[in-house]
């Protein structure tokens, strides 16, 4: 995986799931990872394994609603590294209500951390990337994202948001800066802990037994940043083989 190697790749969310697998996934494959999430303590001890594993990663606490946070991000990648290659936005939460629950504090946290923690990281790395004449955005979205379902209308909202976003800055982006959005399906992650109803939850839980490693979508991930430079994989959708929508 040549187009892996050498790169360095900052990571929202990297402290479980998702962005936990890509970041051993990629440091696996000789790239330097920049993890960021809020849980400190997680993400040193995973930079310290991989580490030990003869990688090379750096961890940074960091909360994506915060403009600041992920400009220090971004600059703490440029200390460490040198340069920054990729930007993966991977931070969301998903607690999933129906409307007329009028969970409105949940909304605004979804909204604050998936839509606005994707454009903290785009405004932090386009600079940068710009300077720089080269980078690649990888934001995560979702399969909420292309279907809409009771219970998930302001989950759907923020996702298809990243998606306008995704392509919107794709086709400002330019000959030299790539765009990749990743929709995951059904994956063992923790996103249902962030559902407040506990009927809800059950029912996401129960749904999970289909779902797939974050693995797969590491791969996919990875897939995207291993092409050449003048290929820009623009959409990526990883579901369960088992899952119909």
């Known amino acids: 995986m040549s187009g892996v190697e050498g790169k360095v790749v900052a990571i929202t969310g990297a402290s479980s799931g998702i962005g936990e697998a890509t970041a051993r996934y990629l440091a696996g494959h000789g790239a330097a ?3 960021g999430a809020r849980r400190d303590d997680r993400l040193k001890a995973l930079a310290a394994e991989l580490e030990r594993d ?3 990663a750096e961890a940074m606490a960091v909360d994506v609603t915060k403009r600041t946070d992920l400009a220090a991000f971004v600059k703490r990648a440029q200390e460490r590294f040198g340069l920054l290659d990729v930007l993966v936005s991977n931070a969301g939460l998903m607690p999933l209500s129906l409307l007329d629950e009028l969970k409105v504090d949940e909304w ?5 951390v998936n839509i606005r923690g994707v454009l903290h990281g785009i405004a932090a790395a386009l600079p940068l990337f710009r300077a720089a004449g080269s980078g690649h955005f990888i934001n995560v979205a979702s399969v909420a994202g292309i ?7 302001v989950y759907s909202g923020t996702k298809f948001a990243v998606r306008a976003i995704s392509e919107g800055l794709r086709q400002e982006a330019g000959s030299k800066i790539r765009v990749t959005m990743i929709s995951p399906g059904a994956v063992q992650t923790e996103l249902a802990e962030t559902i407040s109803s506990p009927d809800l ?4 839980e129960a749904f999970q037994a289909i779902a797939i490693p974050p693995l ?4 996919a991930i990875a897939f995207a940043i291993e092409q050449p430079s003048d290929v ?3 959409e990526i959708v990883v579901r369960p083989t088992a899952q119909s929508a």
């Open 216 to 219: 797969a979508i590491a791969r």
């Open 33 to 35: 990872v920049v993890l």
């Open 54 to 56: 003869g990688g090379k």
């Open 232 to 234: 820009d994989v623009n």
């Open 201 to 204: 939850k059950k029912r996401v």
């Open 147 to 153: 279907n809409v379902a009771p219970t998930t209308a």
């Open 108 to 112: 605004d946290r979804m909204i604050d």
